[in-house]
T-cell receptor
């Protein structure tokens, strides 16, 4: 059973370009989460999605960032007009459901975004 | 606001030298407290979930405990392969899928 798959592993963009990060959840998982890890900082929640729905985007910057999880295909985190401050490791996680107990999240290996 | 503080920031141990990592938290109703391990260049790897004060869980040389204000991760007789950053995270009762992470404790175990 393959784990959470993220690609690309490394992404280099120049200021003003667009970055697209992809995430395929574990088989059988229908909940996807995106986290960002800035240098010397902890993991920060960005957004929580289910198929075709954004459940919680309270950690997502209001400008330039968007996320989707379509009915078919991977989840996409899109950053428009990137700036140097967007350079970070972006991690995707997935889980089976949001039952009464805390969900166990399985993380991918991340995409390291570097903005020149 | 939910908050998670981990200490120490870094810990250097000799192989076989047991120690404990601390995770202090404030949260509006705890749904779960999580411990993860993160190796350089990789994503966090799930270790434990604790739900209520007094609960303990073990896995190989690791043991996690929980009180109403903090959690401890005890490493017994560590080996070099236990070297990693250990992350603590909490999930609030009114939160769906959002984990609040601490900054982590970087553990280095030398032979």
């Amino acid at each position: 059973n393959a784990g959470v798959m993220q690609n690309p592993r490394h992404l280099v963009r120049r200021r003003g370009q667009e970055a697209r990060l992809r995430c395929s959840p574990m088989k059988g998982h229908s909940h996807v989460y995106w986290y960002r890890q800035l240098p010397e900082e902890g993991l920060k929640f960005m957004v929580y999605l289910q198929k075709e729905n954004i459940i919680d985007e309270s950690g997502m910057p209001k400008e330039r960032f968007s996320a989707e999880f379509p009915k078919e295909g991977p989840s996409i985190l899109r950053i428009q007009q990137v700036v140097r401050g967007d350079s970070a490791a972006y991690f995707c996680a997935s889980s089976t459901n949001t039952g009464t107990e805390g969900e166990k999240l399985f993380f991918g290996s991340g995409t390291q975004l570097s903005v020149l | 606001e939910d908050q998670v503080t981990q200490s120490p920031e870094a810990l250097r141990l000799q192989e076989g030298e047991s120690s404990s990592l601390n995770c202090s938290y404030t949260v509006s109703g705890l749904r779960g407290l999580f411990w993860y391990r993160q190796d350089p260049g990789k994503g966090p790897e799930f270790l434990f979930t604790l739900y209520s004060a007094g609960e303990e869980k073990e896995k190989e040389r690791l043991k996690a405990t929980l009180t109403k204000k903090e959690s401890f991760l005890h490493i017994t007789a560590p080996k070099p392969e236990d070297s990693a950053t250990y992350l603590c995270a909490v999930q609030a009762a009114d939160s769906w899928g959002k984990l609040q992470f601490g900054a982590g404790t970087q553990v280095v175990v030398t032979p």
